[in-house]
């Protein structure tokens, strides 16, 4: 069974950038738009990017420009680049199958996830 596997979260001041790295285990991405997603305290996971296989990319609106997403299919890796961090994106951090922003992708069973806190 694949599982997923994020790193890279932490603690940032505003202003600064942080990568995020997903893989898995157990297997690899298969062929579907992967994306990251977020979760604060109290609201709703949301899909903020997301990455086709051929690198067709999508992200909402309120992150486009900050956040940059790529994938490395021969590695098995999805990033999250993002830049100019604020206090407003502290959240808990998770990549799995995209679902949102027009795309339908496969799911799978959710991992940890990885908490960016940004600090002001």
């Known amino acids: 069974q694949v599982q997923l596997v994020e790193s890279g979260g932490g603690l940032v001041q505003a202003g600064e950038s942080l990568t995020l790295s997903c893989t898995t285990s157990?297997?690899?991405?298969?062929?579907?738009?992967i994306g990251w997603y977020r979760q604060v305290p109290g609201k709703q996971r949301e899909l903020v990017a997301g990455?086709?296989?051929?690198?067709?990319?999508r992200y909402l609106n309120s992150v486009r420009g900050r956040f940059t997403i790529s994938r490395d299919n021969d590695k098995n890796i999805v990033t999250l680049q993002i830049n100019s961090l604020k206090p407003e994106d502290t959240a808990v951090y998770y990549c799995?199958?995209?679902?949102?922003?027009?795309?339908?992708?496969?799911?799978?069973?959710w991992g940890q996830g990885i908490q960016v806190t940004v600090s002001s």
């Open positions: 799995n199958g995209a679902r949102g922003l027009g795309w339908n992708g496969n799911m799978y069973t």
């Open positions: 990455v086709r296989s051929g690198g067709v990319t």
């Open positions: 157990g297997g690899a991405f298969g062929t579907g738009p």
